[in-house]
């Protein structure tokens, strides 16, 4: 009969360690949503700096394209994040002079990944730019 009671106790127990065990875990993640979440996000949400985004930006550009960005002639914070001008050797010539360059306009999002980019202009490394008058 001992047996029986501490089977029931045992059960009892149990039973009870289970839904503290249950509610432990709802409120934990109850507390992950509205505080945990919230945390995680302002950890991942600190904004770059810009030294950030510029290496990112030429970083994810390369890896994107396999071209090797030479310089960043144009770098901006807009509304919806950043905004770069990337110059890229296109094809080597010799002399270098000769070689092909492109720029190419880049968009990250506020946090620094890039989110679209696309060639502008192709140039000669030796050319003056056209654009900015004579």
Do not use: C
């Not at 059960?11 to 507390?31: E, G």
């Not at 080597?92 to 060639?119: F, I, K, N």
């Amino acid at each position: 009969m001992s047996n029986t009671n501490s089977t029931s106790d045992s059960q009892s127990s149990q039973s009870s360690q289970k839904a503290q065990d249950s509610q432990h875990s709802q409120h934990s993640d109850n507390t992950h949503e509205t505080h945990g979440g919230g945390t995680r996000r302002e950890a991942n949400s600190r904004r770059p700096t810009p030294i950030e985004v510029l290496r990112q930006a030429r970083s994810q550009l390369a890896e994107l394209t396999g071209l090797a960005p030479e310089s960043v002639s144009s770098f901006e914070e807009t509304e919806d994040g950043w905004s770069l001008e990337v110059e890229v050797l296109e094809l080597a010539r010799v002399p270098d002079t000769m070689s092909l360059m492109a720029s190419y306009q880049v968009e990250l999002d506020p946090e620094g990944q890039l989110t679209g980019y696309r060639r502008v202009r192709r140039y000669e490394r030796g050319r003056a730019d056209a654009r900015g008058g004579r």
